[in-house]
């Protein structure tokens, strides 16, 4: 009888230090562990060595360790662990499930497309929300002609001097390409030419890690850097930067450049190192308009030839041409003819369509259209980029099979520029 009721004693005792044990335990390795005090694992296979004094049910046993009791223990163990591995693959098969339903509509709209998926040139959409109110707007035409893009580039952000990004994210835009499934690179430029903290190290660095931020945090698809008016000597730290942003994106991330032009390979002085950009990024957009603009004569904004010439120099100076993206304007300039020192007006292609009265002239040599009229200022003479002209561009991509085509800026054309576009690029 004394041995009977030692040994219910004895199995008491067994479970409570047992049900003590289960209200911590942990898995480590494969092996059930609890925390001690301070927090770190102790293995509860050895709990002599790891808690010092405390004492099993076995050591209180007068005759020595039970082996049936142990053995008993340990099936029960057993059993509590089955069930606890039975929880845990139900869990992680319910969440497996749920990933499977959702995680695609989630990621849709960010996800990086590969070529295979895009067939041809790839689109670039460089987006003016500011054109959201003049018709047709820059949204109402986003809507219309979504399925004709593969990346949407609005103007959301700039780098300010000290490295600080200054943000205006229109929610629109963003809304309709989440649905869309159209992946978003937005723009970010230097405010007003800025260049101050490509020099500075530490206003540079905190430029890096905010767009690196910006794009991590918002699962962008990836970033466009478009900085202009830089000077000469900025060269080099143009570089240092990209290099740097390169690192500090998130893997998997797109990193995107424009540069302008140069208009022959012995240039002496200019602003973008060619070879050394491309080296840092996944595309370069070719800027290729604006070669007649506010400050020159009057002229064709992206003549055909010098189009074609700025393409040569980029391959000749080491860009891939599966990295380029040739920039197609869709605007043009209204210059008061004599005026000196006067700047041109820029005028959208779709404010020329819905305003001409007079004849509008397609001029066969540079692939561009013109008209002159006479205001209560004098004579002007405008230059523009339309339907009719985009077709050449296009043709220019394919020729020397550029990896696409990046239009500046959505919001100043109109529809039929689109049906043009999308049939040149052999879309619907």
Same mark, same amino acid.
């Given at each position: 009888? @004394? ?36 927090? @770190? ?9 790891? %808690? ?13 360790? @039970? ?7 340990? !099936? ?20 497996? $499930? ?6 695609? !509509? ?16 790839? $689109? ?33 952000? +700039?780098? +300010? ?13 963003? /809304?309709?390409?989440?649905? /869309? ?18 020099? @500075?190290?530490?206003? !540079? ?29 900025? +060269? ?25 032009? $140069? ?67 869709? =605007?043009? =300039?209204?210059?008061? $003819? ?15 369509? /819905? ?39 296009? %043709? ?9 085509? /990046?239009?500046?800026?959505?919001? =100043? ?14 879309? +619907?």
């Amino acid at each position: 009888m @004394d041995d009977d009721r030692w040994r219910e004693d004895d199995n008491r005792r067994q479970n409570e230090v047992t049900s003590d044990a289960e209200l911590d335990t942990q898995t480590v390795g494969g092996e059930d562990v609890v925390p001690d005090l301070a927090g @770190d694992p102790v293995d509860l296979l050895e709990p002599d060595a790891a %808690a010092g004094d405390f004492e099993t049910a076995e050591d209180l046993t007068p005759d020595g360790p @039970d082996d049936r009791g142990r053995q008993e223990d340990g !099936r029960n163990g057993w059993l509590r662990n089955r069930s606890a591995w039975w929880w845990i693959v139900g869990g992680l098969g319910t969440a497996f $499930v749920l990933a499977m339903l959702f995680w695609p !509509r989630f990621i849709e709209p960010f996800r990086k497309p590969i070529p295979e998926e895009i067939g041809g040139l790839q $689109v670039v959409g460089f987006y003016d929300e500011d054109q959201e109110h003049t018709q047709p707007s820059a949204l109402s035409l986003l809507k219309t002609n979504k399925r004709r893009l593969d990346y949407l580039a609005p103007f959301w952000y +700039k780098v +300010k001097s000290d490295g600080s990004i200054e943000t205006r994210v229109e929610r629109d835009s963003m /809304a309709e390409a989440m649905k /869309a499934g159209i992946p978003i690179v937005p723009l970010v430029n230097n405010d007003r030419g800025n260049d101050a903290f490509l020099h @500075d190290t530490a206003a !540079r660095s905190r430029a890096v890690q905010n767009i690196a931020r910006l794009v991590r945090d918002n699962n962008y698809a990836g970033v466009n850097i478009d900085f202009q008016l830089l000077a000469v000597d900025s +060269k080099q730290e143009l570089v240092a930067f990209m290099e740097a942003l390169r690192r500090a994106l998130p893997r998997g991330k797109l990193l995107q450049t424009s540069i302008i032009p $140069v208009e022959q390979t012995t240039a002496k002085e200019e602003t973008y190192d060619y070879d050394k950009l491309a080296a840092a990024v996944d595309n370069v957009i070719l800027m290729t308009y604006d070669r007649h603009g506010q400050e020159s004569d009057p002229g064709p904004v992206a003549p055909i030839d010098w189009v074609e010439n700025s393409i040569k120099i980029a391959l000749d100076r080491g860009i891939p041409a599966n990295k380029i993206f040739l920039g197609i304007a869709t =605007y043009g =300039y209204d210059w008061r $003819v004599g005026a000196k020192g006067e700047k041109a007006k820029i005028v959208p292609m779709k404010q020329v369509q /819905a305003e001409r009265t007079e004849k509008h002239e397609f001029d066969e040599k540079t692939q561009s259209s013109r008209f002159s009229y006479n205001g209560t200022d004098g004579r002007h003479e405008v230059w523009y980029e339309d339907e009719r002209t985009v077709g050449a561009k296009v %043709a220019l991509a394919k020729k020397y099979d550029l990896r696409g085509v /990046a239009i500046w800026r959505m919001g =100043y054309e109109d529809q039929n520029w689109w049906d043009a576009f999308a049939k040149a690029l052999g879309r +619907k």
